[in-house]
């Protein structure tokens, strides 16, 4: 998996924290978390055109959540910065050197190796789909509770009481 998730995350992150309706320009968010803007931009609108961030333009523009924090799962920011391919792609290299000599009956049956990466994959993709940005806000909020007052004011937005 690529940095562009972990980034996203943590826009998404800083936007639940800051809650409100007013754009952050990507200058602010890269520099928020020390990002290239231009490589954190491309990935912002990747989130954009799934849905989840809303892109406006212009010198007051910037990203805002496109829905609440509780309905984006963790799952939906993966599938639109890495895309829908299998995280293990099996080649059948079982078919190749030794196995190259055994009948085709052999391989009727799906590779063992092949099925394991898959429900394993399976179940990673049920667990991101499960937690959503506020599950991750909330356990945020518990580990380092003075963050999110502390991301508020960074980004001009009064601590929350």
């Known amino acids: 998996m690529g940095q562009g998730v972990e980034w996203t995350l943590h826009v998404l992150l800083t936007l639940a924290w800051l809650d409100d309706e007013e754009p952050v320009t990507v200058a602010q968010l ?16 990747a989130l954009a055109r799934a849905g989840i961030l809303e892109s406006t333009p212009g010198a007051r523009g910037g990203f805002r959540l496109a829905r609440p924090a509780a309905s984006i799962s963790l799952m939906d920011v993966v599938v639109a910065v890495e895309g829908t ?5 099996c080649t059948e290299i079982r078919q190749q050197g030794v196995g190259g000599d055994l009948p085709r009956s052999a391989f009727d049956a799906p590779c063992a190796i092949s099925a394991s990466m898959r429900r394993a994959e399976l179940a990673w993709r049920r667990e991101l789909a499960g937690q959503t940005v506020a599950d991750v806000r909330d356990e945020a909020d518990r580990h380092a509770p003075g963050a999110r007052d502390a ?3 960074a980004y001009g937005r009064q601590p929350v009481d």
Do not use: I, W
């Open 151 to 153: 991301t508020r004011r």
């Open 30 to 45: 890269a520099t928020g978390h020390d990002l290239p803007a231009p490589y954190l931009n491309k990935q912002l609108q």
């Open 85 to 89: 391919q299998d995280a293990f792609r």
